[in-house]
Nanobody, 124 residues
Framework: QVHLVESGGGLVQAGGSLRLSCTAS????????MAWFRQALGKEREFVAGISWIGGSASHADSVNGRFTISRDNDKNTVYLQMNSLKPEDTAVYYC?????????????????WGQGTQVTVSS
């Protein structure tokens, strides 16, 4: 069992930055593929970024590529999402997810564990 807790969300002006953190319980954290998803009000949950268990492979959605960066620190059982040049359309609840399967995939069904989410609001 893996328990995920996100932090770092908040209110920021357009053009600003935030860094989200997701800390996981469990000794096997380093073996999981980790990802960030987001869900805006009235919309489906969508993939934002994913990173392989050793951190050697990462993938970002086209909508955030070049602005957001996912990274992980296996010694701290933590995955991060650095978000720069934020836009109002980035406003959403951001969720951390973990998958036992070692592949980065964009579908929500691929992930076995989810955090409770953290709100990110970008004002114009």
């Amino acid at each position: 069992q893996v328990h995920l807790v996100e932090s770092g969300g908040g209110l920021v002006q357009a053009g600003g930055s935030l860094r989200l953190s997701c800390t996981a319980s469990g000794r096997t954290f380093r073996t999981y593929t980790m990802a960030w998803f987001r869900q805006a009000l009235g919309k489906e949950r969508e993939f934002v970024a994913g990173i392989s268990w050793i951190g050697g492979s990462a993938s970002h959605a086209d909508s955030v590529n070049g602005r957001f960066t996912i990274s992980r620190d296996n010694d701290k059982n933590t995955v991060y999402l650095q978000m720069n040049s934020l836009k109002p359309e980035d406003t959403a609840v951001y969720y951390c997810a973990a998958a036992i399967d070692g592949y980065i995939q964009t579908g929500v069904g691929h992930y076995n564990y989810w955090g409770q989410g953290t709100q990110v609001t970008v004002s114009s």
